[in-house]
């Protein structure tokens, strides 16, 4: 780990990660065994690398069912997570002992729209970071009505914030910039991250990150983590934040170059635009969960690739990209609708103000398509509703067929997969660590 993190207290994940001194990377990793999930937590821990741990829970903790989850450790069923709640905070604070501390930080991660007992668990459990979002994590997941998921996460900031101990700092995550991994342009990625992270300083939650999803241009790529800074250095003043990037969310690559390859374009993204964390996954990505050894062969591998990354130049005034016209004209039209950021939320959506392009929930009006222009960027073949008229000209005869749609879901895998793109700068092949699969 970085020499400067070394000393700060227990109690602010977001104060570790500001203070890191390089990119912090973090794994996605969830056992159902305490056992094994301690062995995963000290593994990171000791990787070659600046990390922070990672909870992620199982399905049925994630859906609210905790008998399934209760039967399967009776029956001794491998979980594809860890149960939180289920194995309950004594159980949890003797699995974290020794291993949570001032230099390694520990979050939960969940993807549920319901999180109340989650956020309890872990509150109780002696943690204070996880992540989420009304929004985020309510459409792409299932079909829970988003005025019950707003509600249900003013509740969990609340919890969030009365819960965890004196001193500690409670810090949440935006899932936004996310949504459903892919074929999402990135100016509402990035308002409705933004969004969410200033519907959880509305509720009280004084500490935040702000994420971004890798998608398919790095340029396009850059243009929406510079916008979302500096939309952040104005729309959340006095709110301790930083940046994430997700590693490519969408269809993975099968093979270990091409995964390798997208790996090191997401490195590459959070060091030259200054993000502060990286949420990073393994080569074995597109056939199985990961073992530990996958998780810390590929954090040590990013760490590496972040060390040779040379930052990028003192980025242009990001106010000037259409990434930042998109996402600032969003953003102002779901804020003129009300104080109450939880209301707005929810009468964009009503209105279609905020469409999400290819999501299948009730509550998302779907008038909005996307599509991969000529440049490989994505960009808009309808708006829907949506209050944008003013700085996207939509193009309606680049529709998505059903068959295009299979295809631009499969356009960067494929890319990578028959060897586009899979060449490091130097011109050489990416190297395959032993061991990495």
Known sequence: MAESTRGLAPTSFGGFVRAAG???????????????????????????????????????TRVGDLPAARRALDEGVDLNGYPLVTHGP?????????VLGPEFPVQVRHGSAA??????????????????????????????????????????CRILTDGVGDGAEPHLESFGGCMLGQLCPPGLLVALSLLEGMFF????????????????????????????????????PGVDRHIVIYTYMGVHPATRSGARALQEAAVRLAVRTGAERLIVKTTAEARRIPTIAQNVAALEDCAATARRTEPGAAPRDARGSAVYAEARALIDAVLDLGPDLGDALLTAFRRGWLDVPYCLHPDNASRSASFIDERGRLAWSSIGSMPLGHVVTARPAAALTSGGLLEALHHT???????????APSGEPYPIRDGAM
Request: proline share 5%; aromatic share 4%.
């Open 22 to 60: 390089e990119l912090v990377v973090q794994p996605r990793m969830g056992f159902s065994s305490p056992e094994r999930m301690r062995r995963g937590l000290d593994a990171t821990r000791a990787a070659d690398a600046t990390t922070v741990g990672t909870l992620t829970i199982d399905s049925y």
């Open 90 to 98: 004594q159980r949890t604070r003797e699995m974290l002992d020794g």
């Open 115 to 156: 999180p109340q007992d989650i956020v309890r668990a872990l509150t109780e459990a002696g943690l204070h970071a996880t992540e989420g979002g009304p929004v985020s994590y309510c459409l792409p997941y299932g079909r829970t009505p988003l005025e019950e998921s707003v509600r249900n996460w003013a509740e969990s």
């Open 201 to 236: 300083a509305q509720h009280g939650v004084r500490s935040v990150s702000l994420s971004y999803a890798q998608q398919i241009d790095p340029e396009q790529d850059a243009e929406a983590v510079r916008a979302l800074r500096a939309l952040a250095d104005e729309l959340l």
């Open 413 to 423: 895998a494929a890319r990578l997969d028959l060897g586009e793109l899979t060449r």
